[in-house]
């Protein structure tokens, strides 16, 4: 029945397996992202908390859509353990450099599963990555706008409680 069941899926067992992999990354970066929102809570970066606690939820909506795809394909969608999520961070700015590269390691996972699905000819899935493509546009976006608040505003006297008023105003459009 289950050599059935994969004949029916629309999508390889390749391109399942780096998809589930995807699922599993996106609820590692939501854990961070809620990490991240403990630690600006705890250190009084009310705003970075709140930041970080959204992103946190849109790192999760982003793993239940491929949940979701892989089933709707006939794969079979698995639920990930996580575990190995920093909890301690240097410092402020810390904090917004592993977001930057947090952001940077998921796109390029994106890019490479797209390349898989260009290879295999799957422009179904091509087309879905689409729109995960142009949502990490954004997410490094505002990752990176977040991590420059350093640079111009600075750290010093009130630098940081600045930058932190000034997070949550981070938005990206593309015109």
Not at 2 to 14: A, F, N, P, V
Not at 112 to 124: G, L
Request: charged share 30%; hydrophobic share 35%; with cysteine.
């Amino acid at each position: 029945m289950k050599d059935l069941m994969r004949i029916k899926s629309l999508i390889s067992q390749d391109i399942e397996t780096l998809l589930n992999q995807q699922i599993k990354k996106e609820a590692h970066s939501s854990s961070l992202y809620l990490s991240m929102s403990s630690w600006c809570d705890q250190n009084g970066f009310d705003f970075s908390a709140d930041y970080f606690a959204k992103q946190a939820e849109e790192e999760r909506m982003h793993q239940l859509k491929l949940f979701k795809y892989v089933l709707d394909m006939g794969g079979n969608a698995i639920s990930p353990e996580v575990s190995g999520i920093k909890t301690d961070f240097a410092g402020f700015r810390e904090v917004f450099e592993d977001a930057l590269e947090a952001e940077i390691a998921i796109t390029q996972s994106f890019k490479n599963i797209y390349a898989k699905c260009q290879n295999e000819q799957d422009f179904v899935t091509m087309e879905f990555l689409n729109w995960f493509l142009k949502e990490q546009r954004e997410e490094e976006y505002k990752a990176r706008r977040a991590l420059e608040l350093f640079e111009v505003i600075g750290e010093e006297g009130t630098g940081r409680w600045e930058i932190d008023k000034h997070v949550n105003k981070i938005t990206y459009s593309e015109q």
